[in-house]
């Protein structure tokens, strides 16, 4: 039997094993970290070619949508014993990403004008339509702009976003 051999393994491959081993596991590693950089580097890039399609097509349809939205919103009956005189959109638009669901949504500021109902008042001032600011949601599928005539009352755009930071983040 020869010096240094031991059942025909030289006693100083161990140390190689080993050192073969944490090079694999360092080089996997690596090879992990540059697979997640580049998908997160291509979710960002998807969702940023989104963002640019939703604005593009919001801006096509956005006279569309804000009659559509007038319709389901004066439909509603909110706020209760009220009806809807008319409704005044702000140029501006803010959009925000759902962050659960990822889906893209436009906020538009309007000023909407209320009536009494039938066997309501508003005081002294039934004449005039009483003047209640709000936030106009819009929601992107994907594909093409809708609403539900949701309209939230007292919040501007930038409002809405900071009080729904747990649904929505910013997407500029």
Not at 55 to 62: E, G, I
Not at 79 to 106: K, M, Y
Not at 117 to 139: I, K, L, M, N, W
Request: hydrophobic residues 45%.
């Amino acid at each position: 039997m020869r010096l240094g051999l031991v059942r025909g393994v030289e006693t100083g491959s161990g140390l190689m094993v080993l050192w073969w081993t944490l090079a694999g596991i360092a080089i996997a590693v690596v090879l992990g970290s540059l697979a997640w950089h580049a998908v997160a580097w291509r979710m960002r890039r998807v969702q940023r070619d989104r963002l640019r399609l939703a604005k593009v097509l919001f801006r096509r349809r956005r006279e569309w949508l804000e009659a559509e939205f007038l319709s389901l919103a004066s439909a509603t009956g909110k706020p209760r014993s009220v009806l809807w005189a008319g409704c005044e959109f702000e140029n501006a638009v803010s959009f925000a990403r759902d962050r659960h669901t990822g889906q893209i949504r436009a906020l538009v500021g309007v000023t909407i004008g209320l009536t009494p109902g039938e066997g309501q008042s508003f005081g002294q001032f039934d004449a005039e339509p009483a003047q209640r600011e709000a936030t106009a949601v819009f929601h992107f599928d994907g594909q093409r702009w809708m609403t539900d005539g949701r309209a939230v009352f007292n919040l501007n755009p930038e409002e809405t976003i900071r009080r729904y930071r747990h649904e929505l983040e910013l997407a500029e």
